[in-house]
């Protein structure tokens, strides 16, 4: 399963002879690829040129920094403006105005109870008529009276406690009695208990759950003032990619293109184009400089082969790289440039899994800044096998999570997606690999922790 990609920049994934040694043990048969490990030209095993070694790469941390700094400064840039969203659209938004009650919460004493609004001690005089949630303002009661009433009515004027159904029952003559004690105000949610008018509720920079739209709605909200969601354009690069069917022909299916769109919605971005350019530079070309985006991402074609176009064209237009290769695994020809003060372009490398550390990499940190979330906290968890190490990188495994531990998969190789499509997340591996039980960092994968209907936003 391959997806976008040049020739040159998958060979600059293939492994050197130090990395072949230092993964050979790792396990019996082939985990981390296909028998012989399969190049792109499809010869198996078939020695190549190795890609120049990456003594400009970025370490990966710094990678990581350099695109949140990106970010911050492309917000300083353009000072986004802040948008008025619907609460169904506002999913994942920052708020960029402090979320303050418009009204009392709740604005009326409410029973919190299904039962009998009471007045002084008991037995009472029941009504005949009930009240009921949503209606008008019951009449008041006076001592020694009592009125049917459910959760979330209103409470009469002069009621002093709400008993519970369950607490009261009907004596001969119809009079109500307690089972147990009555205390003053029990089972009765007073005006403001949870907050008065103007009381601020949330500050900015929270971000908005589907808690905190329950909370907007419940405080008199329509609309919420947010960031708006980063801008995303998506280019995939590559002649031999078909859209549908079976692989024929030298053909392979694009992977990339039905991934990558969901997982950058799942970071918060809007993605309002997915590009199919192919080895072709002009098009290429008229689609950064004509692209208003954001961010742009593009798939492959960031090597020095014949038909990897991007170094030249970013060149061409005069951007800033910031970030030209890091020393990660898969995923070292990853980049990052600044096209203009308030867009910059991610260039992932073609093959998926590589795509995919790309993505966590560079285009992560850098939507996350610019939607002004907040990062993720750090956390380790234990190995629960050995994962051996690129001499130099850092490798990026993917991992499924088992009680305080984290099981590192196969099929991790950079072509490959079955590993990560069963993955919680991708623990990150120093140079030199990690012993089973050692500490290791995780990045959370946005479907493992928040869920479908949640992340998708």
Same mark, same amino acid.
């Given at each position: 399963?391959?997806?976008?990609?040049?020739?040159?920049?998958?060979?600059?994934?293939?492994?050197?002879?130090?990395?072949?040694?230092? =993964?050979?043990?790792?396990?019996?048969?082939?985990?981390?690829?296909?028998?012989?490990?399969?190049? /792109? /030209?499809?010869? $198996?095993?078939?020695?190549?040129?190795?890609?120049?070694?990456?003594?400009?790469?970025?370490?990966?941390?710094e990678?990581?920094?350099?695109?949140? $700094?990106?970010?911050?400064?492309?917000?300083?840039?353009?000072? $986004?403006?802040?948008?008025?969203?619907?609460?169904?659209?506002?999913?994942?938004?920052?708020?960029?105005?402090? =979320?303050a009650?418009?009204?009392?919460l709740?604005?009326?004493?409410?029973?919190?109870?299904?039962?009998?609004a009471?007045?002084?001690?008991?037995?009472?005089?029941?009504?005949?008529?009930?009240?009921?949630?949503?209606?008008?303002?019951?009449?008041?009661?006076?001592?020694?009276?009592?009125?049917?009433?459910?959760?979330?009515?209103?409470?009469?004027?002069?009621?002093?406690?709400?008993?519970?159904?369950?607490?009261?029952?009907?004596?001969? $003559?119809?009079?109500?009695?307690?089972?147990?004690?009555?205390?003053?105000?029990?089972?009765?949610?007073?005006?403001?208990?949870?907050?008065?008018?103007?009381?601020?509720?949330?500050?900015?920079?929270? +971000?908005?759950?589907?808690?905190?739209?329950?909370?907007?709605?419940?405080?008199?909200?329509?609309?919420?003032?947010?960031l708006?969601?980063?801008?995303?354009?998506?280019?995939?690069?590559?002649?031999?990619?078909?859209?549908?069917g079976?692989?024929?022909?030298?053909?392979?299916?694009?992977?990339?293109?039905p991934?990558?769109?969901?997982?950058?919605?799942? =970071?918060?971005?809007?993605?309002?184009?997915?590009?199919?350019?192919? *080895?072709?530079?002009?098009?290429?070309?008229?689609?950064?400089?004509?692209?208003?985006?954001d961010?742009?991402?593009?798939?492959?074609?960031?090597?020095?082969?014949?038909?990897?176009?991007?170094?030249?064209?970013?060149?061409?237009?005069?951007?800033?790289l910031?970030?030209?290769?890091?020393k990660?695994?898969?995923?070292?020809?990853?980049?990052?440039?600044?096209?203009?003060?308030?867009?910059?372009?991610?260039? =992932?490398?073609?093959?998926?899994?590589?795509?995919?550390?790309?993505?966590?990499? +560079?285009?992560?940190?850098l939507?996350?800044?610019?939607?002004?979330?907040?990062?993720p906290?750090?956390?380790?968890?234990?190995?629960?096998?050995a994962?051996?190490?690129?001499?130099?990188?850092?490798?990026?495994v993917?991992?499924?999570?088992?009680?305080?531990?984290?099981?590192?998969?196969?099929y991790?190789?950079?072509?490959?997606?079955?590993?990560?499509?069963?993955?919680?997340?991708?623990?990150?591996?120093?140079?030199?690999?990690?012993?089973?039980?050692?500490?290791?960092?995780?990045? *959370?994968?946005?479907?493992?922790t928040?869920?479908?209907?949640?992340?998708?936003?």
């Open positions: 399963m391959t997806s976008p990609g040049t020739r040159a920049d998958e060979e600059a994934e293939d492994l050197d002879v130090e990395e072949a040694l230092a =993964l050979v043990q790792e396990k019996p048969g082939p985990p981390h690829g296909d028998p012989g490990h399969t190049t /792109h /030209h499809g010869h $198996r095993g078939a020695p190549h040129q190795q890609a120049e070694p990456h003594h400009h790469a970025t370490p990966w941390p990678a990581r920094t350099t695109a949140e $700094r990106a970010a911050r400064a492309a917000a300083r840039a353009t000072r $986004r403006t802040p948008v008025s969203v619907p609460l169904d659209a506002a999913l994942g938004l920052t708020l960029a105005a402090p =979320l009650a418009l009204t009392d709740p604005s009326f004493d409410t029973s919190a109870m299904d039962g009998w009471v007045a002084g001690p008991g037995p009472w005089t029941v009504r005949d008529e009930g009240v009921l949630a949503g209606h008008a303002e019951p009449a008041p009661l006076t001592d020694g009276e009592a009125v049917r009433i459910a959760t979330g009515a209103r409470v009469p004027l002069d009621a002093t406690a709400v008993l519970r159904t369950e607490h009261g029952r009907t004596g001969e $003559r119809g009079r109500l009695h307690p089972t147990r004690e009555v205390v003053h105000g029990q089972d009765i949610r007073p005006r403001g208990q949870e907050c008065r008018s103007g009381d601020q509720l949330l500050p900015v920079g929270t +971000l908005a759950t589907p808690a905190v739209l329950g909370l907007a709605a419940a405080a008199g909200y329509d609309t919420l003032t947010a708006p969601r980063p801008r995303v354009d998506v280019l995939v690069l590559g002649d031999e990619l078909l859209t549908e079976l692989p024929h022909d030298g053909l392979i299916r694009d992977a990339l293109g991934m990558l769109p969901p997982w950058l919605r799942a =970071l918060g971005a809007e993605v309002r184009a997915l590009r199919r350019i192919g *080895d072709d530079a002009k098009a290429l070309h008229r689609a950064v400089t004509t692209s208003d985006a961010l742009i991402v593009t798939t492959g074609g960031t090597a020095a082969g014949p038909v990897d176009h991007v170094h030249p064209i970013l060149r061409r237009i005069g951007a800033d910031l970030v030209d290769g890091v990660a695994r898969p995923g070292h020809p990853m980049l990052l440039a600044r096209v203009k003060d308030d867009q910059h372009l991610v260039g =992932l490398p073609g093959n998926p899994l590589a795509a995919v550390s790309g993505l966590l990499t +560079l285009a992560e940190p939507l996350r800044t610019l939607a002004a979330r907040p990062a906290e750090r956390y380790t968890l234990p190995l629960r096998d994962v051996h190490g690129h001499p130099y990188d850092t490798r990026l993917p991992v499924v999570l088992r009680g305080e531990g984290a099981v590192p998969l196969h991790n190789g950079p072509a490959m997606l079955r590993g990560i499509a069963a993955a919680d997340a991708l623990a990150v591996v120093p140079p030199g690999g990690a012993r089973s039980g050692q500490e290791a960092e995780l990045l *959370d994968l946005p479907w493992a928040g869920g479908i209907g949640v992340c998708f936003t």
